[in-house]
């Protein structure tokens, strides 16, 4: 599977736009991957974007796994306490 990749911007502005063209490829992928690498400019809302991307591929008994996190994505995971729920 091609991973699912996020743009470069998600903040709160974005995220509900973002989840919606991100919810189509999570359903129709078997193995989820998002490609984080893209991403420049982000707050707390790309977290909660990859917690219901997460949820989403629990719901359907499948693994996400995030590939290419910024270090500033990473550290507001482990400042939430959900890096390692990420794999971060």
């Not at 490609?35 to 990859?50: I, K, N, P, R, Y």
């Amino acid at each position: 599977m091609t991973p699912i990749a996020l743009p470069e911007r998600v903040t709160m502005t974005e995220a509900r736009a973002t989840l919606a063209q991100l919810q189509p490829l999570l359903q129709a992928a078997d193995a989820p991957v998002i490609d984080a690498s893209s991403l420049h400019e982000l707050d707390s809302a790309a977290v909660a974007l990859l917690l219901e991307c997460q949820r989403q591929a629990v719901a359907r008994g499948l693994p996400l796994r995030v590939t290419g996190a910024p270090p500033k994505l990473s550290q507001l995971a482990k400042l939430y306490g959900v890096a390692e729920l990420l794999g971060l």
